[in-house]
């Protein structure tokens, strides 16, 4: 950790002195020398740091020299974020004075502040001398300093689902699930899986959670963490989640009791309680009672690390997960050490293998991190070091575990150790929100400082390097098979815990417990996450900690407001924050409703969450947060006013404003914000809706050029100059923007000509890199454009509320596209066969639609005819026609041609349910081949009303 913050330090200062302020810098006399040996200092100390990063472990001594250097670390990199800070907002300043009023008249000012941070400087640099002298008593070697950040190697990630050596325990665990028992018996079977930290206990609780028999025996089945402490009200509020029980905001655990009570009566369920330690048998006692209104054939599964807590659970014959054999251990070792290997290299490398394996004793977890490590690790000389280390020797260490972590997490970067060492923060088993995340990382300064580098690049290559050596595990995936979510496992936690020790503190703050967070070992941590449960009051007393960094607050109680005097008085104290967040569970919280002006002394800040907060107004001093990397005030669904003077966060990245339509309109001073990376919604207000104020205009957009990710652009039913659009071609210069929803709606007086919006759909090309379009309210009789037909790589096309849409483009011959889904339109003939002349051909098959897998049509109300012709749709899986009353028959060249269909849905289409039902549809027999078809009514006549 020394090293990576060392090296921030170094890399920050030689930044600031690239700047070349010259004049500016001199005006402070010998601040220029005191940079100077600032900078050899550091590097002098730097070149010593990898030895006694190692040192530390077994020599306290070590240990108490590196804590000394990283405090003095940190307050050096304070100083230069000090002076950057200046000096942008000097920059600022500069744009805003008119070129008649001389420099001289601003000069004092800046004399002064300069004189302010060398003497700190100069003070630091007394500090780091010292430090420095000291470390020749401890013998550490040098080695080679990499000043510039290296770009970590990509690789592919292995994740390894299989889990090898427990099929007698899974095959067990399934028949205590579905065995009925006796029915006459009148307790609740309480069935535990036992064994130590990293056996996969969970993985095999999950494996037969999820089996499909076990699926379909219990009619409803809820998964609950429990861990260390037992959280009576959490864990009853999370099997009221599990249970989908409607909402309701109990305050008292027995209102929690009867709610699960009535929950399930009648129904025979699966409660998974995972990670459980207590053994005070009151606080099962209460939940015991309460299960035992199921119906029978219910059952509670238990995992724990202690048999004596399965005893007191109830739990009868429990089954104990022992240590894998050293064959399983070397199959699933080999799976990960040997991806990507020839034989010939597999060969060499068994003996060394075998020997590293058996130092694992068994544990899965250490088996795949250590796998994981010696993947990257080419010759036999690297995997004899591993197995030659002292690490494995050392008595903490090697008691807990973690030998195999220990030496991961030591062949990482160092930039990636911080990374890794960050996550201590979050409690376990927190869902680890990888964008999130990465931002966190930003802030913290773990990815650079350069505004123009893709900083967020390289936190994802970061993030998988992680994820590649098994620190991370539990992998939820979008669509399209990137991770947005994962955990990590309790030891892998632990692990974080005990590199960071004192820095990260995060505390759970219950009602009557607020006093009780500060104490003797948070008085210097750098970082911490509070969680506010229900009935709690913030703890005050967290502001005595300056030298805090992050401060991630999680809000349990909606009913909760802080006092008026809380935030002024953390933004006067905490005034070395990085990142700081508030949020909350409900959407329309109540844990912030008024930001005050005293932000401005957060002048360290780059990353504020103010999402989901009652905030109505930003303050107009938000806008000195010269650092500001990331502002997210999503779903602030009260939020009036942005401040006007945005234009001055320049280094804002990500402005994330996910459903804030309460805002009058959006400063002009938007369009200075060229660092941004991240716009969630921009929309664009009536000329006539607040003319006191200096609104955008789509033209704001032109010179965001590095937008990224999900655009969302509403309002565009309000755009009258159409030519200027199409003339700046607003959109075309974001080749990093995927994917694109364009609303052409309006909020003025007047209606909308349908020929307005097809020429500004024509004006609104985007990048030819688009993947996904999304297109509504679109009012145009015709829905064409050249553009359109140009995206060769569209995967994603929808198209809602088109109620004007009479005619549509070839859609067909988009290569790319996997996903279609047409709503609203006035099309009543589809004719899906199209030439490029506009002519249907009958004559040849043509193969339209390569790609497409997933076909939608929505409130097609005027659409009776599917003109099909000999089109193929080779990949077409699903098919869904819902509200198409007029509808008369699929064609039959859809039915033969599209071989691969596996999913027909139908709902609330009268002609084409009556055709093709079976037993009395005439077309039944052209659908039967169909594996799955669904006929669903509508809700007006009883049946399930299918999500959109």
């Not at 940190?74 to 920059?91: F, H, S």
């Not at 470390?135 to 040098?142: G, I, P, Q, R």
Request: proline share 3%; glycine share 4%.
């Amino acid at each position: 950790m020394a090293d990576a913050i060392v090296t921030l330090a170094l890399e920050q200062l030689l930044r600031i002195t690239a700047k070349n302020i010259g004049e500016e810098v001199r005006l402070v006399g010998n601040v220029e020398n005191e940079v100077k040996n600032l900078g050899r200092n550091l590097k002098a100390i730097q070149a010593v740091l990898h030895d006694a990063e190692e040192k530390q472990v077994k020599d306290e001594a070590v240990r108490h020299w590196l804590d000394q250097l990283k405090d003095t670390s940190y307050d050096i990199e304070d100083v230069l974020d000090e002076w950057n800070t200046e000096i942008m907002r000097l920059q600022v300043e500069k744009q805003k004075v008119p070129s008649f009023f001389p420099c001289s008249c601003f000069g004092i000012k800046q004399v002064v502040l300069r004189r302010d941070i060398a003497q700190k400087i100069q003070e630091l640099n007394e500090k780091l001398d010292n430090i420095a002298k000291e470390k020749d008593a401890y013998n550490l070697k040098e080695m080679k300093s990499t000043e510039a950040r290296k770009r970590v190697q990509t690789t592919s990630f292995v994740d390894v689902a299989k889990i090898f050596g427990r099929e007698s325990e899974k095959d067990s665990l399934v028949s205590k699930l579905l065995d009925e028992g006796n029915e006459e018996q009148k307790t609740l079977p309480v069935i535990s899986l036992v064994g130590m930290g990293g056996i996969e206990k969970t993985t095999l609780a999950q494996l037969a959670y999820n089996n499909d028999e076990v699926k379909n025996h219990f009619d409803t089945r809820v998964w609950v963490r429990v861990s260390d402490p037992f959280d009576e009200f959490k864990v009853a509020t999370a099997i009221i989640e599990g249970l989908k029980c409607p909402t309701k905001d109990f305050v008292e655990f027995q209102s929690l009791l009867n709610c699960i009570h009535e929950s399930i009566k009648d129904k025979k369920f699966l409660l998974v309680l995972d990670d459980v330690w207590s053994e005070d048998y009151n606080k099962w006692e209460s939940f015991y009672h309460c299960l035992k209104n199921g119906s029978y054939g219910s059952k509670v599964l238990i995992t724990t690390r202690n048999e004596r807590v399965a005893s007191i659970m109830g739990s009868v014959a429990p089954i104990i997960m022992e240590q894998l054999a050293q064959e399983e251990c070397w199959l699933l070792f080999s799976q990960l050490a040997f991806f990507g290997r020839s034989p010939e290299e597999c060969e060499k490398l068994e003996k060394i293998g075998r020997e590293i394996v058996a130092k694992c004793k068994g544990l899965p977890l250490a088996t795949k991190t250590i796998g994981s490590l010696l993947r990257f690790k080419r010759t036999r000389d690297e995997w004899q070091r591993i197995l030659d280390s002292e690490i494995w020797k050392l008595e903490e260490i090697e008691k807990s575990f973690l030998s195999p972590l220990m030496l991961s997490y030591n062949n990482l970067p160092s930039e990636i150790r911080q990374c890794f060492s960050y996550c201590a923060i979050f409690p376990k088993d927190h869902n680890l929100m990888k964008d999130h995340l990465i931002k966190l990382w930003m802030a913290q300064g773990y990815l650079g400082f350069d505004n123009d580098t893709e900083m967020e690049v390289i936190g994802q290559e970061y993030f998988d390097h992680l994820a590649s050596r098994s620190f991370f595990q539990e992998f939820e995936k979008d669509d399209d098979e990137n991770i947005i979510c994962c955990k990590m496992h309790d030891i892998v936690h632990d692990f974080a815990q005990f590199l960071t020790k004192n820095e990260y503190f995060t505390v759970g703050i219950k009602r009557g417990s607020e006093d009780l967070v500060i104490n003797t070992s948070t008085e210097k941590a750098r970082h911490s996450m509070l969680t506010l449960h229900v009935g709690a009051t913030f703890p005050i007393s967290i502001c005595s900690i300056k030298s805090l960094r992050s401060l991630l607050i999680d809000c349990e109680d909606f009913l909760y407001s802080l006092p008026d005097d809380v935030l002024p008085n953390l933004f006067g104290e905490l005034t070395s924050l990085r990142a700081l967040e508030t949020s909350t569970r409900i959407i329309r919280a109540n844990l912030i409703a008024v930001i005050p002006k005293e932000v401005k002394k957060l002048i360290h800040l780059k990353y504020l969450n103010l999402s989901r907060q009652g905030v109505e107004k930003l303050p107009e001093t938000l806008c000195e947060l010269y650092n500001l990397q990331t502002l997210d005030i999503s779903w602030c669904e009260k939020l009036k006013e942005l401040p006007q003077g945005m234009g001055k966060l320049m280094s804002l990245r990500h402005l994330i404003n996910f459903e804030t339509r309460s805002l009058s309109c959006m400063p002009k001073a938007i369009e200075k914000l060229t660092c941004l990376r991240t716009l969630s919604d921009f929309f664009i207000k009536s000329s006539s809706s607040d003319g006191s104020k200096a609104c955008s205009t789509l033209a704001c957009l032109k010179d965001l050029k590095h937008l990224r990710g999900t655009l969302e652009i509403r309002g565009l039913g309000n755009v009258t100059n159409v030519i200027e659009v199409k003339r700046m071609q607003i959109l075309s210069n974001k080749k990093n923007l995927l994917y694109l929803k364009l609303h052409f709606d309006k909020d003025g007086e007047g209606e909308r000509k349908n020929d307005d919006d097809e020429l500004l759909l024509e004006a609104l090309q985007p990048h030819p890199n688009l993947e996904k379009l999304d297109i509504e309210d679109y009012r145009g009789s015709t829905f064409y454009s050249d553009w359109i037909m140009s995206l060769t790589g569209l995967r994603k096309l929808s198209l809602f509320s088109c109620t004007n849409c009479m005619y549509l483009s070839p859609l067909g011959k988009l290569p790319s596209l996997e996903s279609l889904s047409i709503d609203g339109t006035r099309v009543k003939k589809l004719v899906t066969g199209i030439e490029s002349d506009g002519a249907f051909s009958s004559s040849t098959s043509a193969i339209l639609f390569p790609k497409l897998k997933v076909l939608e049509f929505w409130w097609m109300s005027e659409w009776e005819e599917w003109d099909y012709g000999n089109t193929i749709l080779p990949c077409l899986a699903s098919l869904s026609i819902n509200y198409c009353g007029k509808l008369r028959a699929l064609p039959d060249g859809l039915l033969q041609g599209a071989k691969n269909l596996q999913h027909l849905e139908i709902f609330d289409s009268d002609l084409l349910e009556e055709r093709h039902r079976k037993g009395t549809g005439e077309d039944w027999q052209k659908i039967s081949h169909i594996p799955n078809i669904e006929f669903t009514y509508s809700y007006l006549q009883g049946g399930p009303l299918p999500l959109r």
